[in-house]
């Protein structure tokens, strides 16, 4: 089945008249002869604009037109598989066999089927046939292959097939692709740089090569590298906005933010506008401080994607950054309607309301904070110190308790936990507590000093601090 989205009926003249003369026979409920290669046209139109019904249609009338040709049920096979009915396409495809077993694409049409239904071994087996017809086509042969190991995550015989690929077409750059995913998935960046580099240096003109082979080095956060080699894909293709892209990323990442919007808006003017590639560039624009344009990208952003909740934060922080905190929590609040487990937008929008005078509100949002995410340490410290702060020593301490008994491996909330006893006077339990956090992570001792300014007074504390450090 073809999967693009190119519409030659509507560029030629001949081939719309024929879709139009084929409709005017339905309508008309006539019956007209189109010969073998009609047929095969209108069923790719009918099919690549997902029309399935007409499809089958085209090919129930060629089928009794055309008795002879094979060529029907192979599409006829093809559709079946499209429509997700693999089990009557195997049959189909099984029946065309017996009628034309030499035919190469019986067999790849028919390992499709197979993969379908999650039967890998048998597609595997069933391409491996086909390759045996000297008319087969080798290269895409060898990419269903590739991808039919990555199902059973056999990605070294996936690798060396994309490899047998390129061998055969070096311009293929879906294998190049497919390639550069597969040693991502596999943690092997050191060896996709090696096999780039060597593929550069036969084919140093392939700017998709070079990307990957940036994506390579990034992975590495060997910035540097990766910028020089977006930077060839750029000079090879200067209407590559994905390098564009990346470019601006590993700028940014090395908070060369100014060149960083640079690169930003040549890539926007390239993609003409997107959702990320605008926020991106808001950060930016936040970064040096520049807060008006940062709004102005964060809006667009959140009106190319309304449902992305960062940009609506965005906008927010630049307007609290701009002393119009009423406003800014109203773009807070859209953020965390939008995804109200986000926990960092929660600790912002609490912290809001708390400067902003509403504790109720702030309490109320620390509280979801803590409810959100179970290893967020600087969620149950920062709303323990919020409730410390404003003398409500019974809901910090609920919080601190509770996040111990969600997460005991979280050693920062058993030190917090063991320094608010200490505070309010109960050092009983602030030394079992602190006992446990020493226990678990006995290289964080410095916590109890920054939890518990009056730490260094107690030599019951610095005892049992050392008693560990010697350990």
């Given at each position: 089945m073809k999967e693009n989205s190119d519409f030659p009926f509507e560029q030629n003249d001949e081939e719309a008249f024929l879709v139009e003369k084929f409709e005017n026979m339905l309508s008309n409920g006539s019956l007209l002869f189109f010969d073998v290669d009609e047929f095969e046209n209108l069923i790719e139109y009918y099919s690549i604009r997902n029309n399935i019904d007409t499809a089958f249609?085209?090919?129930?009338?060629?089928?009794?037109?055309?008795?002879?040709s094979a060529a029907f049920m192979l599409k006829e096979a093809e559709l079946l598989a499209f429509?997700?009915?693999?089990?009557?396409?195997?049959?189909?495809?099984?029946?065309?066999?017996?009628?034309?077993?030499q035919n190469p694409e019986i067999f790849i049409t028919k390992a499709s089927i197979f993969s379908q239904q999650g039967r890998y071994n048998q597609a595997i087996k069933t391409l491996k046939d086909a390759l045996l017809f000297e008319d087969s086509d080798k290269e895409s042969i060898y990419m269903s292959l590739s991808f039919e190991y990555q199902n059973i995550n056999r990605i070294d015989k996936a690798i060396r097939f994309l490899k047998s690929v390129l061998e055969i077409n070096p311009s293929n750059?879906?294998?190049?692709?497919?390639?550069?995913?597969?040693?991502?998935?596999?943690?092997?960046?050191?060896?996709?740089?090696?096999?780039?580099n060597q593929f550069i240096n036969s084919y140093p003109y392939n700017y998709h090569a070079w990307y990957n082979l940036g994506n390579a080095y990034t992975n590495l956060k060997k910035y540097h590298q990766a910028l020089d080699s977006y930077e060839f894909a750029i000079l090879i293709n200067e209407y590559f906005s994905s390098a564009y892209f990346n470019k601006a990323n590993i700028l940014a990442r090395l908070e060369r933010y100014n060149e960083a919007v640079e690169v930003y808006l040549k890539c926007l003017d390239l993609e003409g506008g997107g959702a990320i590639t605008q926020f991106y560039l808001a950060e930016?624009?936040?970064?040096?401080?520049?807060?008006q344009k940062a709004i102005e990208y964060y809006k667009l952003s959140s009106k190319a994607d309304p449902k992305y909740a960062e940009a609506w934060m965005g906008i927010g922080l630049s307007l609290d950054n701009l002393d119009q905190l009423p406003e800014a929590i109203t773009y807070m609040e859209k953020a965390v309607a939008l995804d109200d487990k986000h926990v960092d937008n929660l600790l912002t929008l609490a912290d809001s309301y708390d400067r902003a005078g509403d504790k109720e509100k702030a309490r109320e949002y620390y509280f979801l904070a803590v409810d959100a995410d179970d290893n967020e340490v600087d969620a149950f410290i920062e709303a323990s110190d919020f409730f410390i702060d404003n003398n409500a020593i019974d809901d910090a301490i609920e919080v601190l308790v509770d996040g111990?008994?969600?997460?005991?491996?979280?050693?920062?909330?058993?030190?917090?936990?063991?320094?608010?006893?200490?505070?309010?006077?109960?050092?009983?339990?602030g030394i079992s507590l602190l006992h446990q956090a020493l226990d678990l992570a006995?290289?964080?001792?410095?916590?109890?000093?920054?939890?518990?300014?009056?730490?260094?007074?107690?030599?019951?504390i610095i005892d049992l601090v050392d008693i560990y450090k010697n350990r």
């Open positions: 249609t085209v090919i129930n009338m060629a089928k009794n037109q055309h008795p002879t429509s997700n009915k693999p089990v009557e396409a195997l049959k189909t495809i099984e029946k065309l066999e017996l009628i034309e077993g750059e879906d294998a190049l692709y497919e390639l550069s995913y597969c040693f991502d998935i596999t943690d092997k960046p050191d060896e996709a740089i090696e096999f780039f930016c624009y936040y970064n040096v401080e520049n807060y111990v008994r969600r997460n005991p491996s979280l050693a920062e909330i058993q030190y917090k936990l063991a320094a608010t006893y200490f505070e309010i006077a109960e050092p009983t339990k006995p290289e964080l001792s410095h916590l109890i000093f920054d939890y518990f300014a009056d730490a260094e007074k107690f030599q019951e």
